[in-house]
């Protein structure tokens, strides 16, 4: 009766390892991440530093948060998927009279990036061999609009639109940590529970030329509002 007993609890313990070993289809990526985002504003006008608007006015970073989302399309040797991605950041400051002294008026410029890119994950190593690293680029279009406040009117200080559009060219590396290795029966049961293969933590330096392709206007000036930059993200990203 005991060795019945056993036989079957080792049968069921058999049936339950396999079970949760057969991963479930991968085809989505899901990201959330947020990052120091510095925009060049300032780069096409001539001034000198200290008197340029955006340093001036706002002097400092703002905070990026985007969520993305990808279509893998091609698992072989590593992913190839088509995503796009949306973001908000903003920053505050004071408004600076014509005179150039500092008023008490506050002033802001807020940003909704969007992009489509496609992405190359080189996750072989890690689904074959256990490796938890995973490298990855990406590529793509990025539309940006943006709109600047000075108390409760959209305007910018001096005149001029306070609303537009900036789209340019994106490029993206990263290495992203898969947190599977630190609990492989905890990523099993969150497979066959939500549906998610894989979670990862990561992090990325992004290329942007963000200007409408260096566009001038008639005058000579700049054709859009200038919202290039170089930057990291940081973020959690879920495979399912």
């Known amino acids: 009766m005991l060795t019945a007993f056993t036989l079957v609890a080792l049968s069921q313990t058999t049936f339950s390892d396999a079970t949760l070993s057969n991963e479930s289809p991968r085809n989505m990526m899901l990201e959330v991440k947020l990052g120091s ?7 096409p006008l001539d001034c000198t530093p200290g008197s340029c608007p955006y340093e001036r006015v706002l002097g400092g ?17 590593g992913s190839a998927a088509l995503g ?6 903003e ?7 014509e005179d150039g002294s500092q008023t008490s008026e506050p002033t802001a410029l807020r940003v909704l990036p969007m992009r489509i890119f496609a992405t190359y994950r ?3 190593a890690a689904i074959k061999w256990g490796v938890p690293l995973v490298p990855y680029v990406k590529a793509g279009f990025q539309l940006v609009h ?10 910018v200080a001096g005149g001029g639109a306070g609303a537009g559009w900036s789209y340019g060219i994106v490029g993206t590396g990263g290495l992203a940590f898969q947190l599977d290795v630190l609990d492989r029966r905890l990523a099993r049961d969150f497979d ?5 293969n894989h979670t990862y933590l990561f992090a990325e330096f992004n290329i942007a030329e963000v200007n409408n392709f260096g566009a001038r206007t008639s005058t000579g000036g700049p054709g859009a509002l200038d919202l290039s930059a170089r930057y990291f993200m940081f973020g959690l990203a879920f495979e399912y």
């Open 37 to 43: 985002y510095y925009p060049w504003v300032d780069r």
């Open 61 to 77: 970073a703002m905070l990026l948060v985007e969520g993305a989302v990808e279509r893998q399309l091609f698992q072989k040797h």
């Open 84 to 89: 796009a991605s949306f973001g908000y950041a």
């Open 91 to 97: 920053k505050y400051g004071r408004a600076v009279a």
């Open 122 to 124: 080189w996750d072989y």
């Open 146 to 155: 943006w709109w600047a406040t000075k108390g409760a009117q959209t305007e």
């Open 192 to 196: 066959t529970g939500m549906g998610v």
